[in-house]
Each structure stands twice: as C-alpha cells, then as structure tokens.
T-cell receptor
Framework: DTEVTQTPKHLVMGMTNKKSLKCEQH?????MYWYKQKAKKPPELMFV???????INESVPSRFSPECPNSSLLNLHLHALQPEDSALYLC?????????????FGEGSRLTVL | GQQLNQSPQSMFIQEGEDVSMNCTSS?????WLWYKQDPGEGPVLLIA?????ELTSNGRLTAQFGITRKDSFLNISASIPSDVGIYFC????????????FGTGTRLTVIP
C-alpha cells in the first residue's frame, strides 16, 4: 500500500466548478509534488513544494492553484478548468534536497472536466 | 523540460522470456530511476542508480547506469504475468534538484 494518500480517487466537474484535490503523507518528507499524467503519456511535473514553500512552478496555468498547509498535506485547487485538463493527477513526496531522487507516489486522482 | 526517450514503446512477450528496454537522454543525469505503473495507479519505484557504470539488481530486475550518464537499461528475466504494466525511466539532472523527468514509457504485455 502506498504511504501517499490522495482523495478523491475520481472527480468529475464542470468548467465553472471549484474543486480541490488532496494529498497526505506521513513519512516525514518535506518535499511534495503535483504531477499531471495524460493517457499513455509520462507524468509531467506541475509544482514542487520544499518545506511548505513553493519551489518549482512549471508554468502551470493559474486555474490550478497549489497549497501546502503543513508538512503532511498538499492540495490542488481547481477552478474554471477546461476539458483538456482531464487527466490523472499524481501527488508524490520525497526527502527535501533528495540525494536519491526517489519519489513516492500516491495512486492518483482521475479528473474529468465536462 | 528534459527529453528522455524510451525504447521500445511497447512489447508483447511470452511468459518466461527475458525483457530489455532502454532510455536515452540528450542531457547528463546524476541519478537514473526505473518506475513501474499499473493501470489506474501511481508509479512505483523499482530500481535507483547513482553512479555511472553502476549495475543494480532487484530480484528479477537488473538496471544499469550508462557510462556516458545519458542512458540507462532495464532487464527483466523470466517474465511473469504480473510484470504487465508501463515502465518509466526517470532522471534527476542535479543531485538535490527535487525535480525528476520521466521517459516516454515502455508498455509491457506478457502472454501466459
């Protein structure tokens, strides 16, 4: 079982809705990540938080808004999304300044935008 | 982002056969990792490599960090049905950079 928990597992939303994806880890990791994965494609990095501060934003549209309330939680707030934003959203965590580069992934939240 | 190309894109093999796949990059990486992803799940780490030339095994899996630091190989011996999935290589360009770039993936199908 993964030690990174994501909720909800599935989400369907309209283009005018506001929703949030949540991620939680209790491994003491101080780096957390959001990746977006389209079907049959590799995960693409969206955001990285280190010590609860945003350290990397890979030019993600502002309709995606990340939040890291504490060292165990990571949220992704969604607003005014487009159908092309439908994808599997993966949360991951690692040790900060990881010498190993090893990321631990959650099972993902599958988002469908109608 | 960095471009990592994996080959082959997909493979269909008989149970019991050995499998080889590779990953190449136009840039040098300090760390190479191999992940496996099952349908509807997140990627799971299989093997991590930290030094050029390093050869590491994990059960039936063996991976190598290329000497040029621009490639890596994964071999699976005596494949079994549960090996089915998508295998991704991933590279970290700078130690401690906290960003990992994924390859294009190799989809493996094992025929019982």
């Amino acid at each position: 079982d993964t030690e990174v928990t994501q909720t909800p597992k599935h989400l369907v939303m309209g283009m005018t809705n506001k929703k949030s994806l949540k991620c939680e880890q209790h491994m003491g990791h101080r780096a957390m990540y959001w990746y977006k994965q389209k079907a049959k494609k590799p995960p693409e990095l969206m955001f990285v938080y280190s010590y609860e501060k945003l350290s990397i934003n890979e030019s993600v549209p502002s309709r995606f808004s990340p939040e890291c309330p504490n060292s165990s939680l990571l949220n992704l707030h969604l607003h005014a999304l487009q159908p092309e934003d439908s994808a599997l959203y993966l949360c991951a965590s690692s040790q900060v300044a990881s010498l190993t580069g090893e990321l631990f992934f959650g099972e993902g939240s599958r988002l469908t935008v109608l | 982002g960095q471009q990592l190309n994996q080959s082959p894109q997909s493979m269909f093999i008989q149970e019991g056969e050995d499998v080889s796949m590779n990953c190449t990059s136009s840039s040098i990486f300090n760390t190479w990792l191999w992940y496996k992803q099952d349908p509807g799940e997140g990627p799971v780490l299989l093997i991590a490599l930290y030094k050029a030339g390093e050869l590491t095994s994990n059960g039936r899996l063996t991976a190598q960090f290329g000497i040029t630091r621009k490639d890596s190989f994964l071999n699976i011996s005596a494949s079994i049905p549960s090996d089915v999935g998508i295998y991704f290589c991933a590279g970290q360009a700078q130690t401690g950079a906290n960003n990992l770039f994924f390859g294009t993936g190799t989809r493996l199908t094992v025929i019982p």
